[in-house]
Every structure is written in C-alpha cells, then in structure tokens.
C-alpha cells in the first residue's frame, strides 16, 4: 500500500478485509443459507431460530410468502404456493410433462419454452420463484451477520445438466446475488466432511435429497479434492418416497386418481409425514381427511415401507455402479460412504448402502445442513479471507457433450467425468460443394441417437465461403468452465474467416426475459433499472480497486517499473475519484480503462505464480 | 496469454519420455492447479478469470495427455515430428488382427453366457494383459528412438487405439447390463 497511496486515509483497502461470504443449499425441499465465522462454518437461523427454509413459495395479490408461512398455506391454496420447484428448474414445458409427475400447479399455454405457473399474483416462472428464495436467504445472512453479502457459492446437484445450471445462475441474478461459484454437492459435502476429519483416501458421496439423486467418488489427497467420477438422477429423490406411499395410501383408503390439488397435497403431506415417522418408530399411524370430511385411519409398518420403496433404492444402485467403474475402482476400494440429504435418514437406505459399499455409513455430521456448510467453506476461501488456505477443488462434468453428426448420431467431444475447466476442439466440414452455412446440435446425455440426449442448443454457422465439399475446415470447440457451464464456439479456419458463435442453452432464459423479470421485480421493491445498474457497477468498481490495491501492495513493486506504474495509478485513481458518482456509464468505463492499463500487469503476475509454484518443484527435485 | 510455451513435460518438470513417474505428475500438477485454478480467482477480474480459466483449462489437458498411456504415446509421437495422420492406422501384424476378431466374437456373446459379469470380467482381464504387453513394447521402442523404432511406435500406437475402443464397449455392454437390473 505504501507503494502507490492509492487509498484515502479513512477509506478501508486492507488487502485481507474480512469480507461477508455464504454458501446457499437450494434444496428440493428445504434451502439453508450458511457461513464461516471466527474459523467455523454454521448455518444462519431465522430470527425464530429455524435453520431450515422450506423451499415454498406462495405468491398473493401483493405479496410473496417463502418459506414455512407458505408451507402452511400448501395445502388450502395449493395452485398458488409453489414446491420443489427445483425438479423444474432449466425444464421445458415438454420436458416437465415427461417428467411423469401430478404437479398441482396451472402452467400457463405459452410461446416461451420456459414453463410459467399461473398464480394470482401472476405467471411466474421456476427461476422468478427460486430468486425469491436466495433473496430470503441472502437477507437472513445479512441481518444476523448485520453486513452486506459480498459472494455466494450456491450448491447444485452434481447431475445437474447445463440447462438446470444456468436456470439456476439466472435465478442468482434475479435475487442480485454475486455467484463466486456453483459448486456440486456431494463435493461440498465432502468439503464438510473432510476438514472435520482430515482423513486421505477414497470417499463415495451418496446424496440423495428430495428431488435429486448424485453420487460423486472422490479422492482427498493434502487438501485437494479430487472429484474421479460422478452419477446420479435428477428427478430422483425422497418426493418419489412420498409420492409411492401416497399411491400406497389412495389405494387403501380408495381415494380415486381424479382427486383435488388439495387432497393430492394433503395425501402427500401425511407419506411424508409417515415416512418420517417412520425413522424412529416400527409403525406409523394414519389419519386422512377426505374430500367430504370423513376420515380414514390406517398404519403403515415399516416392513411394508421398505417393501415399497426398494425399487427406488435399487433404482440408485446402477449410477453407483457406474461411478464406480468410471473412477476405475471396486467398491471394497472406498475407504469411506459418506451420507447426504434428508432422505438419507431412511434406515433402509443406510442399510442398503452400507451392503452395497461394504463399510457402515458416515452420518456424524446432519445430512440436512452438511452441504450447506461445505458450501460456506468454499465460500470463504473463494472470496478471499484465507489467501493462504491450501484446499482445491477439482470437479467434473457429469454428463457427455457432444454434437449431431450426419444420421442423427451424437458424437461426443467432451466425455463425461473429465475434470473441469476443459477445453475441447473438434474439426467438421461441409458435405455439400458451395454450402455455406452449418446447422451446429449441442447435446448432452451418454446414449448414441440425438433422440436420446439432451438438446442444449441449436445454432448455425453462416458466411463460410463457397468452396468445394469437404474444404472448409470447421473448428467447433466446446469449453466448460469451473461452474460447469458449457459454451461453444465454431469458426471456419481454412479461408482466414472467423465466425464465432456463443450460445445459451435453449432452455435457458434468453437475456430479455431476465431483463423483464427484473423490471418486474422492481416494480415490487420499488427500485428502478437504473438504480440497481448504478449500485452494481459501484460494487465492481469497489471490487476492481480493492483487487488491484491488495495485487500492487503484494507484488507491485516486483513486477512493475516505475514508468509502468505511472498509467496505472492514473486510471486507479480516476476509477477511485468516480467509484461513488451517480454516473454508472462513467464508472462503467473507468473500470474498463483500468482493466485495460493492468492487463500486462495481471499477465504477469499469474505467470509469476506459475514460475513460483514451477520453482516450488524444482526446489524439491533437490530434495528427492 | 499465459507463458505456456513449454511441453507438457517441460510444464511438469519431468524428463521427456514415455516412462511417467506418476506419482511426480500427480504432485506437480497440484502444485500448478493451486497457482493457476479459477477457485484462486473467482472475485478477481474478468481478465484474471479468464487467463485462469485458460492455464487451468491448459494444465488439465496436460494431465489427461500424460496419464493416459495412449495419449501420451500419440503425443510424444508428435513432439518427434512423426505425423500421425499421415499413415493412417496399418496394422501389418496379422496375428494381432486374429486375436481381434476373437475378442470381439467374445464381446458379441457375452449376452448368451450364465453369468455375463463374469465373461466381461475375463474379456477385460485379457484386454489388459494384452494392453500391458502392447506398453511395455511401445516404451522400449521410445527408449531406442531412432527412427525404425518410432514407425513400429506408430503401429504399436494403432494396436492399442484398437483395444482402448475394445474396453470401451465392454464398458458399454456393462452398463447396458446394470441398466437392466
């Protein structure tokens, strides 16, 4: 800091501020929001001391309900509270009706692929309803913490495709959260469990939560956690308990399949209800209020509870088996199965796998909050406050990537399992002479026909010049970076043309409909476009100077002569003189000339980092 | 851009060659990924997240290219100027072509057999045994080095391209199995 005097006196720039950062469960079911404090990772209650969020919301004329006052509200208004909405989450409105599921909700008939709820307070999308619950949980973290949020790592199932990833980015957006990352959450429940036990050797995370199935085999190796495979099922989880108890209960008690929304909700309640029960206790007694009034009384022993839910634990196995083989290992090699996940406390499922795995499961640290607080710890490190932490995470894609080729087949150019960020190039021609445009077909999904995969996008490549078939030289590279999005790009090499294209995933929220969702949000909080533009490019501003004030006072003087600090300072301090005007274009463009006069700058301080830890190995080559 | 000018080898430290000390590979590579990883840089700025994104992108590539054998081969191949697209794949060895075609008859019949498991786990030893000679062959043909023995490289590279695809639809088969449980 010395070097430059680039603060004000007063105004804080120490390099190694504690800064407010929170890891985000948005579960099925439940979200819980968490945080590091003095060293230890807990998760925040709400000011009635509740952990859990139920992830419902309840829109009214004039209002949004989240959380447990909505959950009360579940079954009389059920086409207005929205649940697990997760299992919609970067769906089509086709894919949703596949999904197979009685969902008690009204979508609305749309040109849009993305699916609206009709609701009394509007048609809402699965997105708008998850950004209202991060905008809760991210309150909750800055009224007990009394500090404004800095950066979220928000969890998503490891099997999440790049649809149901980006749709949950987007919501992030809405809500005005700053991403620092997605993180998997077998992976940042293997964070949790890790630094509380420190143990090296092979772990299984077996997470199977209320909408979703992941298992991830990992190796933790001297703070590096080394994802080696990944499986799972994204529309698997304990909802599917319910919803087989409740066929089980409608059949004993003759409740016919053309029963109301709110029966249907009542019903899947009172499973749930049973299913819980049924932890602790050998038997679980029944009490269903029907349609007219009367009820009908029952029991469900845990015999019969395990009889039906076993082809959904058997239906768990194969992806188990599959990660097993994709990480080159048998399962007597796993030193330890770690249990993740509300619907882990079925005692059927830990018998199960602790069969399949051969060794008793891990449940020390509660399966609810777990990954929630490996995501703090993330969190933590990822936004700065231990700079000197050695903890890394290498995930994976869990999924292929590939492209249509001639046949309708899929030709996959990225596998699944391949530690992320990847970068993969594959090279395509024409097969027509003078054809000037190609049709590229993003898929993602392990099967051979396009039929059989998922379509991410479609787009074309136009203006390749006219050449005989076979000339042109196609370059289509696929690249997934570490929050597990994918972008592709093509270009036609051969005659010097570029043409590049980025694309999203058709599923996905094209850039105006989250512009509208926004102003439709403003319109509620009473704040306009403007005024949210001007707080986030003065957040950036922030953020660029206090990045660049701790790299000089790190390496400045190192690194940089005296000439070439010179232009430096004079766009730093341009950017520090504006950083709190009104004028968000203005601020906007001195963080682009900054950037622009450090770009050597930054160059040369990753390659410095590269030679120190190249160094580090010659150092130690000595040593062998 | 970074200063990745370097080989693969040279970005690990180790010798150019086809024997790996993977234990070396797999620290060094650690060590790199704790400079360059996007996690290191994800508050910084959009330039520094990009030229993080790129070394790590490029040091994953690496690694994968050294890890696995066949990869490595190829790539060594290439760092000696022997263009692998120019030859194609001619496999002159006609016993090895024979023993092929029994594999693969093994492979198509597996569905038949009482225990299914037990014939792809006989199949995959031999496809590895088999591997393992095929290895130990191509690292005595890069220890001699001269030319002749970098064209019986070349066809060696070819041998196992064709059981690497060989396991990899067993595994499919496998698969296609547990499904069905």
């Known amino acids: ?624 | 851009m970074l200063d990745f000018s370097k080989n693969y080898f040279e970005l690990f430290g180790l010798p150019v060659g086809f024997e790996v000390d993977s234990n070396r590979l797999a620290d060094r590579y650690r060590e790199l990924q704790r400079a360059v990883h996007p996690d290191r840089y994800a508050n910084a700025t959009e330039q520094e997240k990009r030229l993080s994104m790129q070394g790590s992108t490029r040091l994953n590539d690496a690694l994968n290219t050294l890890k696995k054998p066949l990869l490595r081969a190829q790539y060594l191949l290439e760092l000696k100027g022997v263009d692998l697209n120019a030859k194609g794949s001619s496999i002159t060895d006609g016993g090895f072509l024979m023993e092929q075609m029994e594999l693969r008859e093994e492979l198509a019949g597996v569905k038949e057999q009482a225990d299914p498991y037990d014939a792809i786990a006989n199949l995959m030893n031999r496809i590895r045994s088999h591997t393992q000679g095929l290895l130990r062959e191509i690292s005595e043909q890069f220890e001699l080095g001269t030319s002749q023995a970098l064209e019986q490289a070349q066809e060696t590279v070819s041998k196992l391209q064709f059981l690497n695809k060989l396991s990899a639809q067993v595994e499919e088969l496998e698969e296609e199995l547990d499904e069905a449980l």
Not at chain 1, 163 to 172: I, L, S
Not at chain 1, 244 to 255: D, F, K, L, S
């Open chain 1, 1 to 624: 800091m010395a070097l430059l005097q680039l603060s004000e006196p007063g105004q804080s720039l120490a390099p190694h501020q504690h800064k407010l950062a929170a890891g985000i469960d948005l579960g099925t079911t439940n979200s819980l929001v968490a945080t590091v404090r003095s060293g230890q990772a807990e998760t925040l209650p709400d000011e009635q001391a509740r952990h859990l969020l139920p992830s419902i919301v309840r829109y009214l004329d004039e209002q949004i309900e989240v959380g447990y006052e909505a959950l009360s509200a579940a079954t009389t208004d059920p086409l207005n509270t929205i649940a697990s909405v997760k299992r919609l989450m970067g769906r089509s409105v086709e894919d949703i009706k596949t999904l197979g599921d009685r969902l008690p909700y009204e979508f609305q008939q749309q040109d849009s692929v993305v699916p609206r709820i009709h609701t009394v307070g509007g048609a809402v999308s699965p997105v708008e309803v998850s950004a209202e619950i991060l905008k809760v949980l991210a309150a909750r973290a800055e009224a007990s913490l009394d500090s404004e949020l800095n950066g979220v790592v928000i969890t998503v199932p490891a099997y999440f495709d790049d649809a149901q990833r980006q749709a949950t980015k987007d919501a992030a957006q809405l809500a005005g959260l700053n991403v620092l990352r997605l993180l998997n959450e077998p992976t940042a429940a293997a964070v949790a469990y890790g630094l509380d036990q420190g143990q090296d050797g092979i772990h299984a995370i077996y997470d199977l939560g209320g909408g979703t199935f992941d298992i991830s085999i990992l190796r933790l190796n001297q703070g590096v956690f080394e994802v080696l495979s990944t499986g799972g099922d994204s529309a698997l989880g304990g909802d599917d308990f319910d919803r087989i108890v409740a066929g089980w209960i409608m059949q004993q008690a003759g409740i016919k399949d053309d029963a109301g929304h709110a029966m249907l909700r009542r019903l899947m309640r009172d499973a749930c209800a049973a299913k819980e029960a049924l932890t602790d206790a050998e038997t679980a007694q029944l009490d269903i209020e029907l349609e007219d009034g009367s009820h009908w009384q029952g029991e469900l022993d845990r015999a019969t509870f395990n009889q039906l839910v076993e082809p959904l634990i058997r239906k768990t196995l194969a992806p188990c088996r599959r990660a097993l083989r994709d990480a080159g290992l048998t399962a007597d090699e796993i030193d330890d199965v770690v249990m993740v996940g509300g619907s882990t406390r079925v005692p059927y499922v830990r018998e199960k796998m602790g069969e399949f795995f051969g060794t008793p499961p891990l449940v020390n640290i509660d399966p609810d909050k777990v990954v929630a607080l490996g995501a703090a710890i993330q969190a933590d490190i990822l936004i700065g406050n231990k700079p000197e932490d050695e903890m890394l995470l290498l995930d994976v894609n869990p999924l292929s990537l590939g492209i249509e080729t001639m046949g309708g087949l899929v030709e996959k150019i990225i596998p699944r399992n391949t530690t992320i960020p990847v970068a993969r190039a594959q090279e395509f021609t024409t097969f027509k002479d003078g054809q000037t445009a190609m049709a590229i077909h993003v898929l993602q999904g392990e099967r051979e026909l396009v039929t059989d995969c998922r379509s991410l996008a479609r787009f074309e490549l136009r203006e390749i010049p006219a050449m005989v078939a076979g000339a042109a030289h196609i370059l289509v590279t696929f690249e997934v970076d570490a929050d597990g999005l994918l972008h592709v790009t093509a270009k036609e090499q051969s005659s010097g043309v570029e043409t590049s294209v980025e694309v999203k995933p058709s599923y996905g929220l094209t850039d105006s409909e989250i512009e509208g969702m926004l102003r439709a949000s403003m319109a509620h909080a009473q704040e306009d476009m403007d005024a949210r533009r001007l707080r986030e490019q003065q957040v950036e501003a922030k953020r660029v100077i206090e990045a660049l004030a701790s790299a000089l006072a790190a390496d400045g003087e190192q690194l940089l002569t005296k000439e070439e600090q010179e232009p430096i300072k004079k766009s730093f301090q341009h950017l520090v003189a504006l950083s709190e005007s009104d004028d968000y274009e203005a601020i906007k463009e001195a963080i682009e000339a900054l950037e622009k006069s450090c770009e050597f700058y930054v160059e040369r301080r990753m390659n410095a980092n590269i030679h120190k830890a190249m160094a580090g190995q010659k150092v130690d080559n000595f040593n062998d």
